[in-house]
């Protein structure tokens, strides 16, 4: 049987735009190589517990009243009414950067607004005008890359407030080096500060699991642990995908939510263009997390839900030369979100830019890999004591995932959970019926993601069926 | 389909994106995107389930023609007299 459409990967943006066509088109079949959907947005299980992988909290919190919010326009495409889901708002976030300045922001941009004015006040007319700026400026029109630091260079006179205002919107969602495309700029800019954060009642594997039976109410098909071997194309359009297994499937459309260059490597004779010019060199991640004896009950190491810190006023956003890079990171207190209930265990994560190459090199050598990966969580643990107060004493478990570990897990070429530096905006890649949608067609995050696949299957597949 | 029976059926389409919209104002010769806060995601399901329900298939160019509650109307007149 031909399938109409086949969706390879079953993270965030595969599973909405299989949501999404299956709202209308039967048959649809949804493919992920790893036993777990998810993606970058899974979970795992160690001593018993689940731990989750990627989410820190998703961006574009909305109040359900807001309709033209991202995050409801995404919830009505998916026919997902909102209290299907308990999303629960950050308390409280912060841009530290060590022995200069601190920001702090919520889910009300007027606090925000107030600490710059408070913290830079002679910046405070130039970021009111930038608000302006951003707030009538259209970031889904498809514009070439343009530099957001030259933009900011040219719209605030102080270059500390420019590094801060950077630091967490390249962290949640730039796959550039030092710099984010305008756009996606003018997108993050409103996703965190203007928006906030939040995430839901559950762990990521409960949200999954909501997406997914939904799904499978809707009639679409799954299949888990399936992954493909090769795209078989005649000319410019795609007949069939053969699985790892050998099974072929034919098919109408086919939508790649796994990556650009890693979509390129399943087409066995590819007629695509060449890449986009790369923009540097993908980024890595290293994530850590530290499970605590305390009781629920104690009280937190802070009451903010996610620290930006960097050390000087500097902000370096690129591959180090060192396995990880210290000088900066993002904490993450997943307790901290209002009317959390209580869990077992207090928990502390973090993030730093870590090197691919650096890694896959120690990877060769187990024994050396391992003391690596020991010494970076103990690293790390000293950046988070300076800003969070002692706490290894009550460290029950700790674990950590290098850009190695994400690729292996997630297909992602060189764990760049990012993705490509250059992005297809329309995901055309230049076939007939295959698509790309996801991390590089460009909306980052979770809601992002997800809005990705849907606008994919809106503009490319829904109106030609 | 008599011109009753499709407004009420864009209606109900309308309905079913947005439980919570409102049609006690509004006015038929105006867009409905503009009065009922709809997008242009939104929109497209209006497109999709009258292809779902009636196997309609509506071209993208003449997507403009369903702007307002009296061109559905006009337009989908002919398309849905056997409905």
Redesign the interface.
């Known amino acids: 049987m031909k399938t109409p459409l086949l969706v390879i990967g079953g993270g965030l943006s595969g599973i909405a735009a299989a949501i999404r066509a299956a709202?209308?088109i039967p048959d649809v079949l949804l493919l992920e190589k790893h036993h777990r959907l998810g993606g970058l947005n899974s979970y795992f299980y160690r001593h018993g517990l689940l731990f989750e992988t990627g989410l820190h909290a998703i961006t574009n919190y909305a109040e359900p009243r807001d309709?033209?919010a991202p995050l409801n326009?995404l919830l009505?495409?998916l026919k997902l009414p909102r209290d299907t889901f308990n999303f629960l708002p950050q308390r409280q976030s912060e841009i530290l950067f060590h022995g200069c300045a601190s920001l702090l922001f919520s889910n009300d941009f007027n606090l925000f607004q107030e600490e710059i004015k408070r913290q830079f006040p002679a910046s405070a007319d130039n970021f009111a005008a930038l608000v302006a700026f951003l707030d009538g400026f259209d970031p889904f029109v498809i514009r070439p890359f343009r530099s957001t630091r030259q933009f900011l260079v040219e719209r605030l006179r102080e270059p500390l407030l420019q590094e801060m205002l950077l630091c967490p919107l390249l962290y949640y969602g730039s796959s550039h080096s030092n710099d984010i495309d305008l756009s996606q700029f003018a997108i993050m800019f409103r996703a965190i500060y203007q928006e906030g954060m939040f995430r839901p009642g559950g762990n990521i594997k409960e949200f999954l699991d909501t997406l997914r039976n939904h799904y499978l109410s809707l009639g679409g098909s799954l299949r888990t642990g399936c992954g493909v071997a090769r795209i078989v194309c005649s000319g410019e359009r795609v007949e069939r995908v053969i699985l790892a297994d050998g099974e072929e499937l034919e098919c109408d459309y086919l939508l790649s939510t796994i990556g650009y260059h890693e979509t390129l490597r399943l087409l066995a004779e590819s007629t695509a263009a060449p890449p986009a010019a790369l923009a540097g060199p993908r980024l890595g991640f290293i994530e850590n997390i530290y499970l605590l004896k305390t009781p629920p009950t104690a009280p937190p190491l802070s009451d903010k839900t996610i620290i930006f810190y960097n050390k000087g006023d500097t902000f370096s956003y690129q591959r180090p030369d060192q396995p990880v890079d210290f000088h900066s990171g993002v904490i993450c207190l997943p307790g901290n979100f209002a009317q959390l209930p209580p869990r077992l265990h207090q928990e502390i994560r973090s993030t730093h830019l870590a090197s691919y190459p650096l890694w896959r090199q120690l990877a060769d050598d187990p024994a050396a890999y391992l003391a690596e990966k020991q010494s970076s969580s103990l690293r790390s643990l000293v950046e988070l004591e300076s800003v969070l107060g002692p706490f290894r004493e009550t460290i029950l478990y700790e674990n950590n995932f290098t850009p190695v570990t994400i690729e292996r897990y997630t297909g992602k070429l060189e764990g760049a959970i990012y993705g490509n530096p250059a992005k297809i905006k329309d995901g055309d890649i230049g076939y007939r019926n295959l698509f790309l949608a996801g991390t590089d067609q460009g909306f980052l995050g979770i809601v992002g993601a997800m809005l990705s696949g849907?606008?994919i299957v809106?503009s490319q597949i829904?109106?030609n069926l | 389909m008599t011109s009753t029976e499709i407004q009420e059926l864009i209606l109900e389409i309308i309905q079913d994106i947005d439980d919570e919209a409102d049609f006690s104002d509004l006015d038929p010769d105006q867009p409905l995107r503009d009065q009922l806060d709809l997008d242009s995601m939104d929109f497209l399901d209006i497109v999709m389930e009258l292809r779902k329900r009636h196997k309609l298939q509506i071209p993208e160019e003449d997507y403009p023609r369903l702007a307002t509650l009296n061109s559905c109307v006009s337009y989908l007149t002919p398309l849905l007299h056997d409905a």
């Open positions: 709202r209308f309709k033209k326009r009505r495409q849907v606008s809106n829904l109106p």
